[in-house]
Protein backbone atom coordinates (compact mmCIF):
# COMPACT_ATOMS: atom_id res chain seq x y z
CA UNK A 1 0.00 0.00 0.00
CA UNK A 2 1.63 2.80 -0.97
CA UNK A 3 1.20 7.15 -0.05
CA UNK A 4 2.55 10.09 -0.59
CA UNK A 5 3.18 13.04 1.51
CA UNK A 6 1.99 13.23 5.23
CA UNK A 7 4.13 12.24 8.20
CA UNK A 8 2.42 8.83 10.11
CA UNK A 9 2.78 9.19 14.25
CA UNK A 10 2.47 6.39 16.51
CA UNK A 11 2.20 6.44 20.43
CA UNK A 12 3.24 2.61 21.73
CA UNK A 13 3.43 1.85 25.69
CA UNK A 14 1.36 -0.09 28.14
CA UNK A 15 -1.53 0.88 30.06
CA UNK A 16 -1.08 3.55 32.43
CA UNK A 17 1.86 5.18 30.22
CA UNK A 18 0.35 8.59 29.71
CA UNK A 19 -0.33 7.84 25.92
CA UNK A 20 -3.65 9.37 25.96
CA UNK A 21 -2.67 12.76 27.32
CA UNK A 22 0.73 13.13 25.72
CA UNK A 23 -1.27 12.50 22.75
CA UNK A 24 -3.37 15.24 22.85
CA UNK A 25 -0.61 17.78 23.83
CA UNK A 26 1.19 16.81 20.69
CA UNK A 27 -2.15 17.29 18.93
CA UNK A 28 -2.84 20.90 20.33
CA UNK A 29 0.97 21.66 19.51
CA UNK A 30 0.83 20.46 16.13
CA UNK A 31 -2.40 22.16 15.04
CA UNK A 32 -0.85 25.96 17.44
CA UNK A 33 2.01 25.13 14.25
CA UNK A 34 -0.45 25.09 11.54
CA UNK A 35 -0.60 21.64 10.66
CA UNK A 36 -3.65 19.54 9.69
CA UNK A 37 -3.58 16.71 11.90
CA UNK A 38 -6.07 13.25 12.14
CA UNK A 39 -5.93 11.69 15.47
CA UNK A 40 -6.80 7.54 15.43
CA UNK A 41 -6.34 4.88 17.60
CA UNK A 42 -6.45 0.99 17.86
CA UNK A 43 -8.02 -0.83 18.10
CA UNK A 44 -11.44 1.87 16.86
CA UNK A 45 -11.24 4.86 14.34
CA UNK A 46 -13.79 4.35 12.26
CA UNK A 47 -17.51 2.93 13.10
CA UNK A 48 -16.54 -0.79 12.20
CA UNK A 49 -13.68 -0.19 14.08
CA UNK A 50 -15.51 1.04 17.49
CA UNK A 51 -17.55 -2.13 17.19
CA UNK A 52 -14.32 -4.64 17.31
CA UNK A 53 -13.12 -2.82 19.74
CA UNK A 54 -16.18 -3.22 22.27
CA UNK A 55 -15.50 -7.08 21.62
CA UNK A 56 -11.49 -7.13 22.59
CA UNK A 57 -11.78 -5.14 25.49
CA UNK A 58 -15.21 -6.44 26.92
CA UNK A 59 -13.54 -7.71 30.41
CA UNK A 60 -16.49 -10.03 29.78
CA UNK A 61 -14.83 -11.49 26.88
CA UNK A 62 -12.12 -13.44 29.00
CA UNK A 63 -12.85 -16.69 26.71
CA UNK A 64 -11.79 -14.88 23.74
CA UNK A 65 -9.45 -17.13 21.57
CA UNK A 66 -5.69 -16.08 21.37
CA UNK A 67 -5.96 -16.45 17.55
CA UNK A 68 -9.43 -14.97 17.47
CA UNK A 69 -8.11 -11.94 19.32
CA UNK A 70 -5.21 -11.64 16.55
CA UNK A 71 -7.48 -11.62 13.87
CA UNK A 72 -9.83 -9.12 14.98
CA UNK A 73 -7.09 -6.46 16.05
CA UNK A 74 -6.45 -7.19 12.14
CA UNK A 75 -9.82 -6.21 11.07
CA UNK A 76 -10.13 -3.05 13.43
CA UNK A 77 -6.59 -2.05 11.72
CA UNK A 78 -7.31 -3.03 7.92
CA UNK A 79 -10.63 -0.71 8.48
CA UNK A 80 -8.90 2.03 9.76
CA UNK A 81 -5.86 1.89 7.43
CA UNK A 82 -8.29 1.72 4.53
CA UNK A 83 -10.95 4.62 6.01
CA UNK A 84 -8.93 6.92 7.94
CA UNK A 85 -4.67 6.62 7.69
CA UNK A 86 -3.91 6.48 4.33
CA UNK A 87 -6.34 8.68 2.88
CA UNK A 88 -5.33 11.63 5.50
CA UNK A 89 -1.50 11.07 4.75
CA UNK A 90 -2.49 11.14 0.68
CA UNK A 91 -3.89 14.45 1.73
CA UNK A 92 -0.40 15.66 3.14
CA UNK A 93 -1.70 15.80 7.43
CA UNK A 94 -0.35 14.76 10.13
CA UNK A 95 -1.24 11.39 11.57
CA UNK A 96 -1.34 10.48 15.43
CA UNK A 97 -2.65 7.13 16.18
CA UNK A 98 -2.49 5.25 19.62
CA UNK A 99 -1.31 2.05 18.53
CA UNK A 100 -0.45 0.35 15.69
CA UNK A 101 1.12 -3.29 15.02
CA UNK A 102 3.80 -2.79 17.66
CA UNK A 103 0.70 -3.21 19.84
CA UNK A 104 0.08 -6.70 18.28
CA UNK A 105 3.86 -7.72 17.78
CA UNK A 106 4.45 -7.22 21.80
CA UNK A 107 0.72 -8.24 22.92
CA UNK A 108 -0.21 -10.78 21.00
CA UNK A 109 3.13 -11.88 19.28
CA UNK A 110 5.10 -11.81 22.75
CA UNK A 111 2.44 -12.03 25.28
CA UNK A 112 0.33 -14.39 23.84
CA UNK A 113 3.12 -16.23 22.75
CA UNK A 114 2.35 -16.16 18.92
CA UNK A 115 4.86 -14.92 17.70
CA UNK A 116 6.07 -12.43 15.66
CA UNK A 117 6.48 -13.92 11.89
CA UNK A 118 2.51 -14.71 11.96
CA UNK A 119 1.96 -10.88 13.12
CA UNK A 120 3.99 -9.40 10.62
CA UNK A 121 2.58 -11.63 7.84
CA UNK A 122 -0.88 -10.25 8.85
CA UNK A 123 -0.04 -7.15 8.60
CA UNK A 124 1.34 -7.09 4.71
CA UNK A 125 -2.70 -8.43 4.47
CA UNK A 126 -4.18 -5.89 6.35
CA UNK A 127 -1.57 -2.76 6.20
CA UNK A 128 0.87 -3.86 3.02
CA UNK A 129 3.70 -1.47 3.41
CA UNK A 130 2.73 0.93 5.34
CA UNK A 131 4.91 1.72 8.44
CA UNK A 132 4.91 4.67 11.07
CA UNK A 133 7.06 7.12 10.24
CA UNK A 134 8.21 7.10 13.69
CA UNK A 135 7.08 5.27 17.04
CA UNK A 136 7.27 7.20 20.65
CA UNK A 137 7.35 4.42 23.08
CA UNK A 138 6.21 5.52 26.43
CA UNK A 139 8.67 3.63 28.60
CA UNK A 140 7.32 3.14 32.76
CA UNK A 141 7.99 0.86 35.43
CA UNK A 142 5.67 -2.31 35.56
CA UNK A 143 3.64 -1.16 39.04
CA UNK A 144 3.40 2.38 38.26
CA UNK A 145 2.03 1.08 34.84
CA UNK A 146 -0.88 -1.41 36.40
CA UNK A 147 -1.26 1.11 38.97
CA UNK A 148 -1.91 3.98 36.92
CA UNK A 149 -4.41 1.70 34.51
CA UNK A 150 -6.78 0.02 37.57
CA UNK A 151 -7.67 3.83 39.05
CA UNK A 152 -8.70 4.76 35.53
CA UNK A 153 -10.59 1.35 35.07
CA UNK A 154 -12.29 2.39 38.32
CA UNK A 155 -13.08 5.67 37.39
CA UNK A 156 -14.09 5.51 33.97
CA UNK A 157 -17.83 6.00 32.69
CA UNK A 158 -19.32 4.11 30.32
CA UNK A 159 -18.56 0.53 29.41
CA UNK A 160 -15.69 -1.19 30.87
CA UNK A 161 -12.70 -1.22 28.68
CA UNK A 162 -10.54 -3.41 30.90
CA UNK A 163 -10.39 -6.91 29.37
CA UNK A 164 -6.31 -6.72 28.50
CA UNK A 165 -5.40 -4.64 32.31
CA UNK A 166 -7.04 -7.52 33.32
CA UNK A 167 -4.23 -9.89 32.03
CA UNK A 168 -1.72 -11.55 34.22
CA UNK A 169 1.63 -9.40 35.58
CA UNK A 170 3.84 -12.17 33.54
CA UNK A 171 1.53 -11.49 30.47
CA UNK A 172 2.38 -7.44 31.12
CA UNK A 173 5.93 -8.07 32.26
CA UNK A 174 6.43 -10.09 28.47
CA UNK A 175 4.65 -6.89 26.96
CA UNK A 176 6.98 -4.58 28.52
CA UNK A 177 10.13 -6.42 27.52
CA UNK A 178 8.24 -6.75 23.98
CA UNK A 179 8.51 -3.81 23.46
CA UNK A 180 11.95 -2.87 24.94
CA UNK A 181 13.59 -5.29 22.60
CA UNK A 182 11.47 -3.90 19.41
CA UNK A 183 13.21 -0.44 20.12
CA UNK A 184 16.63 -2.09 20.42
CA UNK A 185 15.76 -3.44 17.18
CA UNK A 186 14.45 -0.67 15.24
CA UNK A 187 16.25 2.31 16.76
CA UNK A 188 15.86 4.81 14.18
CA UNK A 189 12.45 4.42 14.13
CA UNK A 190 10.93 3.79 17.34
CA UNK A 191 12.23 6.64 19.73
CA UNK A 192 11.94 5.41 23.97
CA UNK A 193 10.79 8.39 25.79
CA UNK A 194 11.04 7.42 29.40
CA UNK A 195 7.25 8.43 30.66
CA UNK A 196 8.50 8.55 34.60
CA UNK A 197 8.75 12.44 34.71
CA UNK A 198 5.77 15.21 34.61
CA UNK A 199 3.77 15.63 31.49
CA UNK A 200 5.06 18.67 30.81
CA UNK A 201 8.78 16.93 30.80
CA UNK A 202 7.78 14.08 28.76
CA UNK A 203 6.28 16.57 26.45
CA UNK A 204 9.35 17.98 25.41
CA UNK A 205 10.86 14.54 24.79
CA UNK A 206 8.18 13.75 22.22
CA UNK A 207 8.44 17.10 20.54
CA UNK A 208 12.49 17.25 20.34
CA UNK A 209 11.86 13.50 18.19
CA UNK A 210 8.86 14.57 15.88
CA UNK A 211 10.06 18.29 15.55
CA UNK A 212 12.89 17.42 13.11
CA UNK A 213 10.52 15.17 10.86
CA UNK A 214 8.62 17.77 10.67
CA UNK A 215 11.05 19.90 8.24
CA UNK A 216 11.66 17.16 6.23
CA UNK A 217 8.19 15.39 5.71
CA UNK A 218 5.62 16.79 3.04
CA UNK A 219 3.10 18.15 5.62
CA UNK A 220 0.60 21.33 5.84
Known amino acids: MTR ?3 LFITFEGTDGSGKTTQIRLL ?3 LMREGYEVVETAEPGGPPIGVQIRRILLDPANQELDPRAELLLYFASRAQNVAE ?3 PA ?3 GKVVVCDRFTDSTVVYQGAGRGLGQEVVEALHQVACGT ?3 DITLYLDI ?3 TSLDRARQRNESQAGPA ?3 MDDQSVEFHRAVRDGYLKLAAREPGRVRVIDAGHDAATVEQAIWEQVAPLLETARVR
Request: glycine share 10%; hydrophobic share 30%.
Open 27 to 29: RER
Open 89 to 91: LKA
Open 141 to 143: DLE
Open 161 to 163: ESR
Open 4 to 6: RGG
Open 130 to 132: LQP
Open 84 to 86: CIV
